[in-house]
């Protein structure tokens, strides 16, 4: 029986999604300035999103085989104010 999403306009697909649909796996806080999560997982993805108040810096984010990296990119920020910046992402992952 075949599985997944067809979504169509005017009778033509515009989205078809039948071998993999995506699965959240879990979501960190990122509090440190790097870190990595391990994942028994294939075919990883992620995005992370603001969850302070204020200015955060800038996430690299990385996936390498089962392991997503992340580091905190806290000299892509400079000039006044920029003791005000945190680290305040969350990273979201999961697999497809």
Same mark, same amino acid.
């Given at each position: 029986?075949?599985?997944?999403i067809?979504? /169509?306009? #005017?009778g033509?697909? &515009?989205?078809?999604?039948? &071998?993999?649909?995506?699965?959240?796996?879990?979501?960190?806080?990122? &509090?440190?300035?790097?870190?990595a999560?391990?994942?028994?997982?294939s075919?990883?993805?992620?995005?992370?999103?603001?969850?302070?108040?204020?200015?955060s /810096?800038?996430?690299?984010?990385?996936?390498?085989?089962n392991?997503?990296?992340?580091? /905190?990119?806290?000299? =892509?920020?400079?000039g =006044?104010g &920029?003791?005000? /910046? =945190?680290? #305040?992402?969350?990273l979201?992952?999961g697999s497809?």
């Amino acid at each position: 029986m075949p599985q997944g999403i067809e979504i /169509y306009k #005017g009778g033509s697909p &515009t989205i078809s999604v039948t &071998t993999s649909l995506c699965r959240v796996l879990g979501k960190v806080d990122l &509090t440190d300035s790097q870190g990595a999560i391990v994942c028994e997982d294939s075919r990883l993805w992620a995005y992370v999103y603001r969850i302070s108040s204020g200015g955060s /810096y800038p996430v690299k984010i990385t996936i390498n085989g089962n392991t997503i990296n992340w580091i /905190y990119l806290e000299d =892509a920020i400079y000039g =006044a104010g &920029t003791n005000k /910046y =945190a680290k #305040g992402m969350r990273l979201v992952y999961g697999s497809y």
